[in-house]
């Protein structure tokens, strides 16, 4: 049997990460006539006519126009907004409003406002002394009437299906003399507009079956356009369950700010940032032609374009998302593992990075406010899933050595895993698989340790104790070329210390140990010391080590360890104090003490009553004497026998 063939085309433009045009055959687009699967509008201040004049200058009135004309019934009233230039509303102005069978709400801070209309005018609107409208069937009419009536027109404008109206008064003399109308005018200096859009097309593909739905917006920019700007504001049926899409397409240099309460996945050229989320995220490259924006969603398995609308660029979109049949399929309680398409969650995750490693380690911290749009998380592991961050109120939280939870070393310098996020909803478990690359720095690392097990690294430096020392580094070129240049010992008032040099201890109490062997391109170095103070000798508050690595060609890495230097034998409050000062408060102490009991005695020895001072008799019998020392009651029992022996 020959060599299979290949078909080169959708080879190359995988390549290229093109979707392939052929996907899209079968969906001819086609103007969507019955209940449209979305509501559409967006701002823009073109519009189809147009014009401005100063011809109202040296009249009484400025007087602005809007001729508005519907393609179909609006679904909501006219909103109209007229607001005057600096806050002032001195100069009397007149808005003509021609808006046949359309209901309108117009409100102005200037009282003086006189406004001419035939639409139906809601109870909000401002009430004037309001004139009938004029009786015209063309524009040139209408054009004639206002210059026959004012003696000027400030401007014109027609509008086709309008949404809300921004009109701002004021007059401009360097405008032309008369107004005459132009095709695609731009107002930008006196009128912003949202109109409604009605041309969205959609389609799907006849021989697959329904699994999702995509809404495209495609950005029809001019090259001379200076948006780079579009706030987007998107809203779902409250009962919405399927499965969507939305793709929006505009150069690369479009921002996107989106307002969203949708449960829908996002494809999106340029960058994007999301409503109380703090971090602008990067989008993807998506073709520019309608065929290929198509193909891209059916290469997603969104087999029904619900929408397709090309759209002017703007500044501001409102998009609806309707409610619309979808071809369900079972509902399976066991968890639903997603890797494709790079939805809100890869998007996110990829955009934080909360993964950090070193040449050991990696650890990912994850504010758990920053998951806020992927909702309802409720767990995250690594790809092996017995290696679960912990989590509280605020963050999840995982560590893990490079050796364990699935971590593979393949790629230089990079540690590669997952991020598997668990999410729960209406009792339906998935996990969303996001694969990630850690960079390792290319960095020289420092470790100390209490033990020679060299197990959970501290920065506390105690004296006449050994400490441990373990440099690292992962070098994938030719780890066998790194070399441990040397180690110092550094301590403010005291000479630096060499620890090591060449590979050699220096100095003594240092002893070089043998490390682990090289593995995935990364050497260790591991040696001990002991830090010793001599007696009556300042012991600083903290040190720093600080070592270099190095290749043969002289290239150098060098790392500073900060330490906290602690004196177990000593009492904390002496801290700083060298051993004479500590024994010289001792003996103060102990001298003040001995003089103070030394006065206090003789204080109270000077200060006995005369009587119990004064010597017993010489003369005075032994029997006599003795009965100094007798209580009252026992000296007077004994008369009789003292007499007699007299």
């Not at 003399?177 to 507009?193: D, G, S, Y």
């Not at 029809?220 to 399927?242: F, H, K, R």
């Not at 070399?483 to 590979?503: D, I, T, V």
């Amino acid at each position: 049997m020959g060599p299979r063939s290949v078909p080169l085309l959708p080879l190359l433009l995988a390549l290229l990460g093109r979707p392939d045009p052929a996907r899209a055959e079968g969906c001819d687009l086609q103007p969507v006539t019955s209940e449209r699967p979305i509501t559409l509008s967006y701002a823009t201040s073109t519009v189809p006519r147009g014009c401005v004049s100063n011809s109202s200058m040296d009249t009484g009135h400025e007087v602005h126009i809007l001729s508005v004309k519907w393609s179909e019934v609006s679904p909501v009233p006219l909103m109209v907004t007229v607001t005057p230039r600096a806050d002032a509303c001195g100069r009397p102005a007149v808005l003509i409003l021609l808006c046949t069978r359309c209901s309108a709400t117009i409100t102005s801070p200037c009282s003086n406002l006189i406004i001419r209309t035939d639409a139906h005018l809601s109870p909000e609107t401002i009430r004037a002394p309001n004139p009938e409208p004029p009786m015209v069937s063309s524009e040139g009419q209408l054009l004639a009437w206002a210059l026959d009536t004012y003696g000027g027109i400030t401007s014109y404008s027609e509008l086709q299906d309008p949404r809300r109206v921004q009109l701002h008064l004021g007059e401009d003399a360097s405008s032309p003399p008369e107004c005459v109308p132009q095709e695609h005018f731009n107002a930008i200096q006196h009128l912003e507009t949202e109109v409604f859009f009605h041309g969205v097309k959609g389609c799907s593909r006849s021989d697959a079956q329904s699994t999702g739905a995509a809404h495209i917006i495609h950005f029809q920019s001019e090259p001379s356009s200076s948006i780079t700007e579009v706030n987007l504001s998107v809203s779902c049926a409250q009962n919405s369950t399927g499965k969507q899409i939305l793709i929006l397409q505009s150069k690369a240099n479009f921002t996107w700010f989106l307002s969203s309460k949708c449960n829908i996945h996002l494809l999106v050229s340029g960058s994007y940032k999301m409503t109380l989320f703090p971090m602008v995220f990067p989008g993807m490259l998506l073709p520019d032609t309608e065929q290929d924006l198509i193909a891209k969603a059916f290469e997603k398995n969104y087999t029904v374009i619900a929408s397709y609308s090309a759209i002017p660029a703007s500044t501001h979109i409102s998009l609806e998302i309707h409610e619309h049949e979808m071809v369900e399929t079972p509902v399976t309680t066991t968890p639903i593992v997603i890797t494709q398409p790079p939805d809100l969650p890869h998007q996110v995750l990829l955009t934080l990075k909360p993964w950090k490693c070193t040449d050991e380690t990696m650890e990912i911290v994850i504010i758990r406010s920053y998951l806020e749009p992927i909702k309802d998380v409720v767990n995250i592991t690594l790809r092996d899933i017995s290696c679960q961050a912990e989590k509280n109120a605020t963050h999840f939280m995982l560590k893990s050595p490079l050796s364990h939870c699935g971590t593979s070393l393949e790629g230089r310098g990079y540690a590669n895993n997952e991020l598997i996020l668990s999410l729960a909803k209406d009792a339906v478990l998935r996990s969303v698989r996001v694969a990630f690359k850690c960079e390792i720095p290319r960095e020289l690392f420092l470790r100390l340790f209490p033990t020679a097990a060299f197990e959970a690294p501290q920065t506390e430096l105690e004296i006449n104790k050994e400490a441990f020392v373990q440099a690292s580094m992962r070098w994938m070129d030719h780890p066998a070329d790194l070399q441990l240049k040397e180690c110092w010992l550094l301590a403010a008032g005291r000479e630096p210390l060499l620890l090591l040099q060449g590979g050699e201890a220096r100095g003594a109490g240092v002893a070089v140990l043998e490390g682990p062997p090289s593995s995935h391109g990364r050497k260790v170095w591991r040696f001990r010391f002991t830090y010793t103070v001599p007696e009556g000798r300042h012991i600083p508050f903290s040190a720093i080590l600080k070592c270099k690595a190095g290749l043969q060609n002289d290239t150098i890495f060098e790392k500073v360890l900060e330490l906290t230097v602690k004196d177990a034998w000593r009492p904390l409050n002496y801290r700083g104090l060298g051993l004479a000062a500590v024994l010289g408060i001792t003996f103060g102490a102990f001298l003040i003490g001995a003089l103070l009991t030394a006065v206090l005695w003789y204080i109270y020895s000077h200060t006995r009553p005369i009587s119990k001072l004064q010597p017993v008799s010489s003369t005075a019998p032994a029997s006599e004497s003795s009965s100094t020392n007798h209580s009252i009651g026992s000296t007077q029992s004994t008369p009789c026998s003292t007499s007699s022996m007299a």
